[in-house]
């Protein structure tokens, strides 16, 4: 803080030129650690090529004194100096084109970018001061060749740099991740972004998750505000997807050392249930995966990642083979001509002013450039960088390193533009670069459009910035310490939906004991017959698997609902499929309609024998009791009940359906009727017996027969108003029973239906409590204890009939219907003639007026 102090305290004037005697610039120079090539104008490059070991960072005046000890005291990061050789490719390749900069030479400053303010504002105070001692408002340099600042790996380092640059409106232009807090234009309008756009890398890694099926996804991102905006993004689109996050773990700068903080991470990820995880972020927050000897906590799991964060190993790690198997989105890139061959030629030997080129070779072959030394082999003249292994270089050229590639070009195509411009309006113009200020190429890196060599069209405005496509690389390790990055799918976010992602899940190597694409889930994929429901409070990937409800089915695995059948087919036991429902009926063929028939038929001709018998001895004492008309009524309307039970058996039809209810009904009304006649003959009868009664003229058979005639004309008008109004017909029940289509009558009116079978019950209520009051009338021919017992019967049968004919469903129904049609009609036929039968038939001696006088039958 009082560097930062100190140094803003001095930005007031402009950056002033020159070596002369009494100013900063004659007083000693500083030693810090650089690469320097001249030229005409100069590209200030800044990368995080080392990683400080030290506990505490040291004072800047400590590398003057420990020169030799740089690299003792720092971790080479090796894939980033191919960045550095990118824009060194890059400048010579544009310094050998004629077209491009016609006399007028590129030069390069190369910094190592601390991931420290104070050191990143101290690297930059020393390129503006060129490498003198680092006041500010000073340059030591004779000409300002300074003209624009190429760096920003993170975001962190761009507004770092930033601070410093955007007071001398220095350009720089960033080469690492597209943060879309960097393109405000008010708070960095020297900021120019070369990267795509990454707002579709959360739709790309979503797309991967929904292919092999992993529902459940832990998050691990370094604390930054581009990694907050694109954990939003990719959960967002998680949602939308039916994706779920199985936790979030954002990892902090400052807390990679911690041990502490650093169990409690892996440990997580250890119990976690989550198979795969999201990794991304900046290299620096993420080096605590990187380093750590912790394996257990990375073993079977898939990571999918971005390839801005550093995955490949590092030499010998053992356990960081665990990784091996990881998916990595990269940016897509073209072949640039010639960079292989270039790497072919880099040797420190060719270059040794090249400090960073010399350190890392020592690193990367494990040797050393000075024969003297005897800590290290002697490092062979002939070694070339296009034999190491990933872990040190990409001879393909790595998104990033693109990136720096095209950043140089769009450099030197603004100043060509600037140039071109200035050429135009003076006259005088002979190549020289006087007046080419960093402020003056603004407006022409705005508008800055090329094509590189590979032929891309590249535009560095920041509204018309292009959206990143993307290579899905897999991480393969082997077991003799190499490493390779294999192209196994790619995300083109312009094709058309459905065409954007491609994977060849074939070439996939999958991690360590993984062997084929396994699921991460937070539950287990419901089997068919089941559906998913909801735990309450968890996410909707977290769930129970329920059986489907009755009548529904679910054939495929994961279903959120069962699908119901047809209304004529039904689940199968195990509720997988919809089967065809039978068609069932009470019919003639099967046992119960076969034997409900029979009884109908049986009880009908033995009603017909009774009536044949009566008719036959119709001048006998007990045929003549009780009004033989009656009698024989009564006899003629149960045999037609017994048959009209026939209706209710066989499919049913529409002349089945309106005559069985309408047919039963009028019957037992007939018989019914004819009870209550008789048992109010037996009253009249007794009556009459007293000297001038009036009741004399009743007992003859028009009176009870009128009686007949008129409760069955009321019967008839119920049964005639049900079928014009509400008339019954077929029907098909697909509901009472789950795997048959029950055929049926629908009755049509139910307030019909049950007003004929309560003007029926009114009827033989009536006829029970008048042969009940008289059952112990003193006459000769009083049957009405027969009668009383009769209807206890039949109202016995019919009371029962009604919960069980509700409780009932399909052709039991009608099967109950039938039997109680049958069961109260035998009832009548056996409690009433049986017993005058048994007379008639077995004891003809009792079947004389003589008898009965002396005998009375009751």
Same mark, same amino acid.
């Given at each position: 803080?009082?560097?930062?102090?100190?140094?803003?305290?001095?930005?007031?004037?402009?950056?002033?030129?020159?070596?002369?005697?009494?100013?900063?610039?004659?007083?000693?120079?500083?030693?810090?650690?650089?690469?320097?090539?001249?030229?005409?104008?100069?590209?200030?490059?800044?990368?995080?090529?080392?990683? +400080?070991?030290?506990?505490?960072?040291?004072?800047?005046?400590?590398?003057?004194?420990?020169?030799?000890?740089?690299?003792?005291? +720092?971790?080479?990061?090796?894939?980033?100096?191919?960045?550095?050789?990118?824009?060194?490719?890059?400048?010579?390749?544009?310094?050998?084109?004629?077209?491009?900069?016609?006399?007028? =030479?590129?030069?390069?400053?190369?910094?190592?970018?601390?991931?420290?303010?104070?050191?990143?504002?101290?690297?930059?105070?020393?390129?503006?001061?060129?490498?003198?001692?680092?006041?500010?408002?000073? /340059?030591?340099?004779?000409?300002?060749?300074?003209?624009?600042?190429?760096?920003?790996?993170?975001?962190?380092?761009?507004?770092?740099?930033?601070?410093?640059?955007?007071?001398?409106?220095?350009?720089? &232009?960033?080469?690492?991740?597209?943060?879309?807090?960097?393109?405000?234009?008010?708070?960095?309008?020297?900021?120019?972004?070369? @990267?795509?756009?990454?707002?579709?890398?959360?739709?790309?890694? &979503?797309?991967?998750?929904?292919?092999?099926?992993?529902?459940?996804?832990?998050?691990? @991102?370094?604390?930054?505000?581009?990694?907050?905006?694109?954990?939003?993004?990719?959960?967002?689109?998680?949602?939308?997807?039916?994706?779920?996050? $199985?936790?979030?773990?954002?990892? *902090?700068?400052?807390?990679?050392?911690?041990?502490?903080?650093?169990?409690?991470?892996?440990?997580?990820?250890?119990?976690?249930?989550?198979?795969?995880?999201?990794?991304?972020?900046?290299?620096?927050?993420?080096? =605590?995966?990187?380093?750590?000897?912790?394996?257990?906590?990375?073993?079977?799991?898939?990571?999918?990642?971005?390839?801005?964060?550093?995955?490949?190993?590092?030499?010998?790690?053992?356990?960081?083979? +665990?990784?091996?198997?990881?998916?990595?989105?990269?940016?897509?890139?073209?072949?640039?001509?010639?960079?292989?061959?270039?790497?072919?030629?880099?040797?420190?030997?060719?270059?040794?002013?090249?400090?960073?080129?010399?350190? *890392?070779? %020592?690193?990367?072959?494990?040797? =050393?450039?000075?024969?003297?030394?005897?800590?290290? $082999?002697?490092?062979?003249?002939?070694?070339?960088?296009?034999?190491?292994?990933?872990?040190?270089?990409?001879?393909?050229?790595?998104?990033?390193?693109?990136?720096?590639? /095209?950043?140089?070009?769009?450099?030197?195509?603004?100043?060509?533009?600037?140039?071109?411009?200035?050429?135009?309006?003076?006259?005088?113009?002979?190549?020289?670069?006087?007046?080419?200020?960093?402020?003056?190429? +603004?407006?022409?890196?705005?508008?800055?459009?090329? %094509?590189?060599?590979? !032929?891309?069209?590249?535009?560095?405005?920041?509204?018309?910035?292009?959206?990143?496509?993307?290579?899905?690389?897999?991480?393969?390790?082997?077991?003799?310490?190499?490493?390779?990055?294999?192209?196994?799918?790619?995300?083109?976010?312009?094709?058309?939906?459905?065409?954007?992602?491609?994977?060849?899940?074939?070439?996939?190597?999958?991690?360590?004991?993984? !062997?084929?694409?396994?699921?991460?889930?937070?539950?287990?994929?419901?089997?068919?017959?089941?559906?998913?429901? @909801?735990?309450?409070?968890?996410?909707?990937?977290?769930?129970?698997? $329920?059986?489907?409800?009755?009548?529904?089915?679910?054939?495929?695995?994961?279903?959120?609902?069962?699908?119901?059948?047809?209304?004529?087919?039904?689940? /199968?036991?195990?509720?997988?499929?919809?089967?065809?429902?039978?068609?069932?009926?009470?019919?003639?063929?099967?046992?119960? !309609?076969?034997?409900?028939?029979?009884?109908?038929?049986?009880?009908?001709?033995?009603?017909?024998?009774?009536?044949?018998?009566?008719?036959?001895?119709?001048? =006998?004492?007990?045929?003549?009791? %009780?009004?033989?008309?009656?009698?024989?009524?009564?006899?003629?309307?149960?045999?037609?009940?017994?048959?009209? #039970?026939?209706?209710?058996?066989?499919?049913?039809?529409?002349?089945?359906?309106?005559?069985?209810?309408?047919?039963?009904?009028?019957? *037992?009304?007939?018989?019914?009727?004819?009870?209550?006649?008789?048992?109010?003959?037996?009253?009249?009868?007794?009556?009459?017996?007293?000297?001038? #009664?009036?009741?004399?003229?009743?007992?003859? #058979?028009?009176?009870?027969?009128?009686?007949?005639?008129?409760?069955?004309?009321?019967?008839?008008?119920?049964?005639?108003?049900?079928?014009?109004?509400?008339?019954?017909?077929?029907? @098909?029940?697909?509901?009472?029973?789950?795997?048959?289509?029950?055929?049926?009558? /629908?009755? !049509?009116?139910?307030?019909?239906?049950?007003?004929?079978?309560?003007?029926?019950?009114?009827?033989?209520?009536?006829?029970?409590?008048?042969?009940?009051?008289?059952?112990?009338?003193?006459?000769?021919?009083?049957?009405?204890?027969?009668?009383?017992?009769?209807?206890?019967?039949?109202? #016995?049968?019919?009371?029962?009939?009604?919960?069980?004919?509700?409780?009932?469903?399909?052709?039991?129904?009608?099967?109950?219907?039938?039997?109680?049609?049958?069961?109260?009609?035998?009832?009548?036929?056996?409690?009433?003639?049986?017993?005058?039968?048994?007379?008639?038939?077995?004891?003809?001696?009792?079947?004389?007026?003589?008898?009965?006088?002396?005998?009375?039958?009751?």
């Amino acid at each position: 803080m009082f560097f930062q102090l100190y140094f803003f305290r001095f930005l007031q004037l402009p950056l002033s030129m020159g070596r002369e005697e009494g100013t900063p610039c004659h007083a000693e120079r500083t030693f810090s650690p650089t690469y320097y090539r001249d030229g005409d104008l100069v590209v200030g490059g800044f990368f995080p090529l080392l990683l +400080h070991k030290l506990n505490k960072f040291p004072h800047w005046k400590w590398f003057m004194h420990h020169p030799k000890d740089i690299v003792k005291q +720092h971790q080479w990061k090796h894939k980033h100096y191919y960045q550095v050789l990118a824009l060194i490719f890059a400048v010579e390749e544009i310094n050998r084109n004629t077209k491009l900069l016609p006399n007028i =030479t590129l030069g390069f400053h190369i910094f190592n970018a601390y991931h420290k303010d104070e050191t990143t504002l101290e690297s930059s105070l020393v390129w503006l001061s060129g490498q003198g001692q680092t006041i500010p408002n000073y /340059n030591c340099e004779r000409q300002g060749k300074s003209i624009v600042v190429i760096g920003g790996a993170t975001s962190e380092l761009t507004i770092s740099m930033g601070s410093l640059l955007e007071l001398y409106r220095i350009p720089q &232009v960033t080469y690492g991740l597209f943060d879309p807090f960097l393109s405000d234009p008010v708070q960095f309008p020297s900021v120019y972004q070369m @990267a795509p756009r990454d707002t579709s890398l959360p739709l790309a890694m &979503v797309r991967l998750m929904v292919h092999f099926k992993w529902t459940w996804v832990g998050l691990v @991102a370094s604390d930054d505000p581009r990694s907050e905006k694109f954990l939003r993004d990719l959960q967002e689109e998680m949602v939308r997807n039916d994706v779920c996050v $199985a936790f979030i773990r954002k990892v *902090f700068t400052g807390l990679t050392e911690d041990n502490q903080y650093l169990f409690y991470f892996l440990n997580e990820l250890f119990f976690s249930t989550a198979r795969v995880i999201v990794i991304y972020g900046n290299t620096d927050s993420l080096l =605590t995966l990187r380093f750590r000897e912790v394996p257990h906590a990375l073993v079977y799991r898939m990571w999918i990642t971005s390839s801005h964060w550093d995955i490949a190993k590092k030499p010998s790690y053992v356990y960081f083979d +665990h990784f091996n198997g990881a998916l990595i989105f990269a940016d897509q890139t073209s072949k640039i001509p010639g960079f292989k061959h270039f790497l072919k030629t880099i040797n420190p030997v060719k270059d040794p002013e090249n400090i960073f080129l010399q350190d *890392f070779w %020592n690193s990367a072959f494990g040797c =050393t450039s000075k024969v003297g030394r005897v800590d290290g $082999a002697v490092c062979s003249p002939n070694a070339s960088l296009d034999t190491l292994r990933l872990s040190y270089l990409d001879i393909t050229m790595s998104d990033q390193s693109y990136t720096v590639y /095209n950043s140089v070009y769009a450099v030197a195509w603004a100043l060509h533009e600037m140039f071109l411009v200035r050429s135009e309006m003076e006259s005088n113009s002979n190549g020289n670069n006087s007046g080419a200020y960093p402020w003056k190429l +603004h407006s022409f890196l705005k508008n800055v459009q090329f %094509n590189n060599s590979a !032929g891309n069209h590249l535009v560095l405005d920041k509204k018309k910035n292009s959206v990143a496509n993307y290579d899905i690389l897999n991480y393969v390790t082997f077991r003799n310490d190499s490493e390779v990055l294999v192209k196994v799918g790619e995300f083109i976010s312009e094709a058309p939906v459905g065409q954007e992602f491609i994977i060849q899940q074939k070439a996939i190597v999958w991690p360590r004991k993984w !062997g084929e694409p396994l699921p991460s889930r937070c539950s287990k994929v419901c089997s068919p017959g089941f559906h998913i429901k @909801a735990q309450e409070g968890k996410p909707v990937c977290c769930f129970d698997c $329920a059986p489907c409800p009755q009548g529904q089915i679910s054939n495929q695995t994961g279903k959120d609902q069962c699908m119901k059948c047809p209304e004529d087919h039904y689940p /199968n036991r195990e509720r997988i499929h919809c089967l065809p429902k039978r068609v069932t009926f009470l019919a003639y063929e099967e046992t119960l !309609g076969m034997a409900l028939a029979s009884i109908a038929a049986s009880f009908s001709l033995l009603t017909a024998l009774v009536l044949w018998v009566f008719v036959n001895q119709k001048d =006998t004492p007990i045929v003549k009791a %009780n009004n033989r008309d009656l009698s024989y009524i009564l006899l003629l309307s149960l045999s037609l009940c017994f048959l009209c #039970s026939l209706f209710f058996i066989g499919r049913p039809t529409a002349i089945s359906c309106l005559l069985r209810q309408t047919a039963f009904g009028v019957m *037992f009304t007939v018989a019914i009727s004819s009870i209550l006649a008789k048992t109010i003959t037996v009253v009249l009868a007794f009556r009459a017996t007293r000297p001038g #009664s009036s009741s004399r003229r009743w007992v003859g #058979s028009r009176g009870p027969i009128s009686l007949v005639v008129f409760c069955t004309f009321i019967q008839v008008m119920l049964c005639a108003i049900w079928l014009l109004l509400s008339p019954p017909f077929p029907d @098909a029940d697909t509901h009472s029973d789950p795997e048959h289509i029950i055929l049926e009558c /629908n009755e !049509g009116s139910l307030i019909a239906f049950y007003s004929v079978l309560g003007y029926i019950a009114l009827l033989a209520l009536g006829s029970f409590t008048v042969a009940f009051l008289a059952r112990n009338l003193p006459d000769t021919f009083n049957e009405t204890k027969f009668i009383t017992f009769s209807m206890l019967v039949f109202c #016995s049968v019919w009371i029962s009939f009604l919960p069980t004919y509700q409780s009932t469903k399909g052709k039991m129904m009608v099967a109950v219907e039938v039997f109680s049609i049958l069961s109260s009609s035998a009832g009548l036929l056996g409690c009433i003639f049986i017993p005058k039968c048994y007379i008639i038939l077995l004891q003809p001696q009792k079947n004389t007026k003589k008898f009965l006088k002396k005998n009375p039958i009751s």
